[in-house]
């Protein structure tokens, strides 16, 4: 008997220890779970296209990011930082966005870019790239979306301004002289160009030129007028060299005659005779007119037509009977000379200067 409650006392205590062990399991195992449920974190994770939740134990989204296998380049986006701690009170979102590739050309030079941005405008910008005010993208716009793989072309432009010059000719003035002979010319002043300024506007693209747009011009120097006198006397020269100046030239029939009995009806002890009309002496040099077409005392030169020699230099001393309209008497010295002469063709000019110097009178009057 006593056995059999020594062995009943020992059951009971085996049955006890048993029963707290398993208290204290429970107990283990309900303050576990209440501190898992209590440290576990949930976070939602927008890559692209996809949407992933994910509960876990992390303390930051980079080691929940990891657990989940997603990894995250540095050029892809991300909503938050890495290292940002993770709450179990409420839901966390992160949201990726995974760059893109796009190629920039840009002075002669071509780049891979990875891009995550959602223009060009902001992907340029974000290469470091600085647009000047006058730089475009090539068929496209700043603003346009940005395309896995596109090409985005930066063109440089700048504008400079351009400045030509160009001669103005100058303007000549012509006044006419009355004392100088025809065809003489002579400069008072002496012209002189001015210059005209013109300016354009050069576009250059990638430093080559694609347009010149005219601006506007103006006159830097103003020209100078050239003042020409011209000669208006008619004149010829001589086949004695002489410069004639003249004032009217006639065609005539010229005739000779001398101081003989023959020509002028007096004998060398008549009074009058060897004496013209005029009163001046008879010799060569003058010359019988109609005072209707050269008036007496006209100084003139009588030019003969043809090879023969000019008669010369003579002055409208003497008048005769048969002297009328076209026609003159030529004076010479010798009867010989008269009956070689004949009769010929002549241009008389009027002589411009009537007082000229190499006309004496008073070799003429007796």
């Given at each position: 008997m006593g056995n059999l409650m020594l062995g009943y006392a020992k059951?009971?205590?085996?049955?006890?220890?048993?029963?707290?062990?398993?208290?204290?399991?429970?107990?283990?195992?309900?303050?576990?779970?209440?501190?898992?449920?209590?440290?576990?974190?949930?976070?939602?994770?927008?890559?692209?296209?996809?949407?992933?939740?994910?509960?876990?134990?992390?303390?930051?989204?980079?080691?929940?990011?990891?657990?989940?296998?997603?990894?995250?380049?540095?050029?892809d986006y991300i909503s938050t930082s890495l290292s940002t701690k993770l709450s179990a009170d409420n839901l966390q979102e992160?949201?990726?966005?995974?760059?893109?590739?796009?190629?920039?050309?840009?002075?002669?030079?071509?780049?891979?870019?990875?891009?995550?941005?959602?223009?060009?405008?902001?992907?340029?910008?974000?290469?470091?790239?600085?647009?000047?005010?006058?730089?475009?993208?090539?068929?496209?716009?700043?603003?346009?979306?940005?395309?896995?793989?596109?090409?985005?072309?930066?063109?440089?432009?700048?504008?400079?301004?351009?400045?030509?010059?160009?001669?103005?000719?100058?303007?000549?003035?012509?006044?006419?002289?009355?004392?100088?002979?025809?065809?003489?010319?002579?400069?008072?002043?002496?012209?002189?160009?001015?210059?005209l300024e013109k300016y354009f506007k050069l576009t250059y693209e990638d430093g080559r030129i694609v347009s010149k747009s005219f601006l506007t011009e103006k006159v830097a120097v103003e020209p100078t007028v050239e003042l020409v006198r011209i000669g208006t006397v008619p004149n010829f020269t001589t086949s004695r060299g002489d410069l004639v100046r003249y004032s009217k030239v006639l065609e005539m029939e010229a005739t000779a005659y001398t101081a003989s009995f023959k020509d002028t009806g007096k004998h060398p002890d008549h009074p009058e005779f060897g004496i013209c009309y005029t009163g001046m002496k008879a010799r060569e040099g003058i010359i019988a007119v109609d005072p209707k077409v050269i008036p007496l005392y006209t100084r003139v030169y009588v030019d003969v037509l043809g090879d023969i020699k000019d008669y010369g230099f003579a002055i409208a001393g003497d008048i005769g009977s048969g002297v009328k309209g076209n026609q003159i008497d030529l004076y010479f010295d010798t009867q010989e000379a008269v009956d070689k002469w004949g009769r010929k063709r002549v241009k008389v000019y009027i002589l411009n200067e009537q007082d000229d110097s190499r006309w004496k009178e008073t070799d003429y009057i007796k």
């Open positions: 059951r009971s205590l085996t049955l006890r220890r048993v029963l707290i062990l398993l208290v204290v399991m429970l107990i283990s195992v309900s303050v576990g779970y209440s501190v898992f449920n209590g440290l576990k974190k949930e976070l939602r994770i927008i890559d692209g296209d996809s949407v992933i939740r994910v509960k876990t134990m992390s303390n930051n989204v980079g080691a929940a990011l990891k657990q989940a296998g997603i990894t995250v380049n540095s050029f992160v949201y990726i966005k995974r760059a893109v590739p796009v190629h920039i050309h840009l002075e002669g030079r071509t780049s891979e870019v990875m891009t995550h941005h959602d223009t060009i405008g902001e992907t340029i910008k974000a290469s470091g790239i600085e647009m000047g005010p006058l730089d475009r993208i090539d068929e496209r716009n700043s603003n346009d979306p940005i395309q896995a793989g596109m090409d985005i072309k930066i063109i440089r432009v700048r504008e400079e301004l351009l400045t030509e010059k160009e001669s103005i000719p100058y303007n000549v003035i012509q006044t006419p002289d009355t004392d100088m002979n025809r065809g003489e010319k002579k400069v008072v002043q002496v012209g002189e160009e001015g210059t």
